[in-house]
């Protein structure tokens, strides 16, 4: 149980365009998903929150209109970069908080997005 | 406010030994701990947790323990793997946040046969 996958898990596209990446939690209701990136060989950094229904959180320094984050349904969240640049090429985690069990957070696989 | 100092790496080790990584933190409040690892090119998996002081986690021949009275959470193992080769992220998770974990910066250990 307890399992987030994430879609696409690898993408490339050029600058100037738009790309979404989901996150689903398969068997359980997430009422909070986190999204998080991470740079070569360093750590993850929490980029948004969201809660179903609601708009997101975000952390100081990540632009919310260039990373839109929806989070519409308690099973999915969507993380669009808008007129993506080289710069934004990284890795994307997603998470999701399962709130009515123990409130652990569990990971997607990750999406290596790579901007031409 | 709440942060997560672990040991710098690369950790390089031959197999069958013993393994030590370094964490400590700061927090307010009552937190809960954490231990992630990293596959290559893979998100992260939950190798152990402690909610509260003087709780052990373990899995998979893995231990940490939960010390209060020095803020540590110092992962261990007493004979490693080459395929416990991975990157190992040491976490909290505030008592007073909506869930939300402050990560350390993260230990890549190599294991060599």
Sequence with gaps: G???SQHPSWVICKSGTSVKIECRSLDFQATTMFWYRQFPKQSLMLMATSNEGSKATYEQGVEKDKFLI???SLTLST??????H??????YICSARDGYWGYEQYFGPGTRLTVT | GNSVTQMEGPVTLSEEAFLTINCT???TGYPSLFW???YPGEGLQL???????DDKGSNKGFEATYRKETTSFHLEKGSVQVSDSAVYFCALRG???????????GTQLTVWP
């Design chain 1, 2 to 4: 307890a399992v987030v």
């Design chain 1, 70 to 72: 929806n989070h519409a």
């Design chain 1, 79 to 84: 993380l669009t970069v808008t007129s993506a």
């Design chain 1, 86 to 91: 080289p710069e934004d090429s990284s890795f």
């Design chain 2, 25 to 27: 933190y700061t927090a």
């Design chain 2, 36 to 38: 992630y690892v990293q």
């Design chain 2, 47 to 53: 190798l152990l947790k402690a909610t509260k002081a």
């Design chain 2, 95 to 105: 008592g007073s946040t909506l869930g939300r974990l402050y990560f350390g910066r």
